[in-house]
């Protein structure tokens, strides 16, 4: 995630930060978190586990932050040390997490200071996991870290690189100023984004198509809709006109105007229907890319064999909408791609939206840890026809969709003219 020091100064200064600090060897960088908290203004409350302490010394602490570290729920001048603290916090960090703290937080289980201070708090949470790449593949670890994102709680990804004993790979605390950038990012989530789409007219199709193949069965995909869900009611909580064009069989979200279609013909002819009047189209669905020829009327019968099936392409509706959209009109697709890496998966959706001319397209790997479909969390690449490639880690759909919407926005802003001035398309 780039960081932006200004505006994360801007954000952070005078926020009250309690920073989260466990046993790990990454311990020490938390050191470096911290300075760079007080740096930018925020006033950085340290709350230390006593493993913590084995790793890095609580004085360090005590010197830079802006108050003197605090390890214990009891002994100290205040009897209820958790409450006072989870309440005068802005924002919540916790870096490096353990698996213990990280399992003991998403079973609710208060063991210590910090874990009742991250159960009393109502402030957002940033969660910064650093531990052996088998734990943190593990999948209780997963499990519970998907728990925590699922409740809204943000999550700095470890990244690959040398850990304790010699060994490298997935479990190195992130970077600083990475995770200094996320905690801006999370406290300014809730004030400057508030109403960034007000009277935007946003099209979003969700949900995978179902094409049948006779009267009683179809060919369908594994998407759920989520995505596409979440984006309808992200924007729609920022202020946008938003159309929902879905497969799914989720509730419609509050204030969007639903339209529900099965085949990949009537979302067409549904997308097509409102594409004129959208300034953002947000291809989140996925489409089938073949149907059964002649669907057979009536059930077939076991007894017959197995029946014929003739496949005929689709049409692709992405692809249409780039070739005839009028100018100013956003378009954004999606691309689940099992891609050989981050940079394979950045060649492809760099493929896609050259061939559909999308504006963005909004990669993941399927086969990423809770990155596939039909969960609860996402962790995508958005790619743009400019720029780096903005990488989005694990979190709820909803904050996904968040980002995603937050590029739309800096696009419409980079030069898009605004709602409903260009001419007509046609
Ligand atoms: N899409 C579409 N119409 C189709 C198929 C896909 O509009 N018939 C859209 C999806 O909504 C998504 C994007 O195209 O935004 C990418 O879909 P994807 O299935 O990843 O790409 P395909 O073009 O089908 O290529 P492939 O499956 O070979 O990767």
């Known amino acids: 995630m780039p960081a932006d020091g200004d505006a994360d100064s801007a954000v ?24 760079r908290l007080v740096d930018a203004g925020a006033h950085v409350v340290p709350v230390l586990t006593r493993a913590a302490t084995e790793f890095v010394g609580a004085a360090t602490f005590s010197a830079l932050a802006s108050e003197p570290v605090q390890t214990a729920l009891f002994g100290g001048p205040d009897p209820i040390p958790h409450t006072r603290l989870g309440r005068r916090a802005d924002l919540v960090v916790v870096a490096p997490a353990t698996a213990r ?4 937080y998403a079973a609710g289980i208060s063991a210590d200071l910090l874990v009742a201070t991250l159960l009393a708090t109502r402030a957002p949470v940033l969660i910064c996991p650093a531990m052996h790449t088998e734990m943190w593949e593990h999948p209780a670890v997963q499990d519970n870290v998907a728990r925590l994102v699922a409740r809204g709680v943000a999550v700095v990804e470890p990244a690959a690189g040398r850990l304790a004993g010699g060994d490298t790979g997935t479990g190195r605390l992130a970077d600083p100023a ?6 801006a990012a999370l406290l300014r989530r809730p004030r400057e984004r508030a109403r960034d789409l007000e009277g935007v007219r946003v099209l979003v199709t969700a949900g995978g198509t179902r094409e049948p193949l006779d009267a009683v069965r179809v060919i369908a995909n594994r998407s759920s809709g989520r995505q596409g869900h979440a984006l309808a009611e992200e924007a729609a909580a920022r202020g946008a006109r938003v159309r929902l064009v879905t497969a799914a ?12 279609v099965e085949t ?11 594409a004129p009047e959208s300034d953002v189209i947000v291809m989140a669905a996925a489409v089938a890319d073949f149907r059964p020829a002649a669907p057979i009327p009536g059930k077939w019968k076991k007894r017959d064999g197995p029946p014929p099936l003739l496949l005929e392409p689709t049409e692709d509706v992405l692809a249409a909408l780039g070739a005839r959209r009028r100018p100013g009109q956003v378009l954004v697709g999606f691309a689940a791609e099992a ?4 940079a394979a998966l950045v060649a492809a959706a760099r493929a896609k939206l050259e061939e559909k001319g999308a504006d963005l397209v909004v990669a993941n790997d399927v086969r990423e840890p809770g990155a596939g479909f039909g969960g609860e969390t996402n962790a995508v690449t958005i790619v ?21 919407l937050d590029a739309v926005v800096r696009l419409r802003a980079a030069g898009s003219p ?9």
Not at 178 to 183: E, H, L, N, Q
Not at 249 to 260: K, Q, S
């Open 384 to 404: 743009g026809r400019t720029g780096e490639p903005t990488r989005v880690p694990l979190g709820s759909k909803r904050t996904i969709a968040a980002a995603v």
């Open 418 to 426: 605004p709602t409903g001035q260009q001419g007509d398309e046609q």
């Open 264 to 274: 990949a013909a009537q979302l067409a002819s549904a997308v097509h229907a409102a």
């Open 12 to 35: 952070l200064r005078g926020a009250c930060v309690v920073l989260g600090v466990t046993g790990g060897v990454a311990a020490y960088k938390a050191v470096e978190i911290c300075r």
């Open 178 to 183: 990475d995770i200094v950038a996320a905690a």
């Open 339 to 342: 891609a050989a890496g981050p």
């Open 249 to 260: 069989e989720l509730d419609a979200p509050a204030g969007v105007e639903v339209v529900r």
């Open 101 to 104: 703290l990280i399992g003991e």
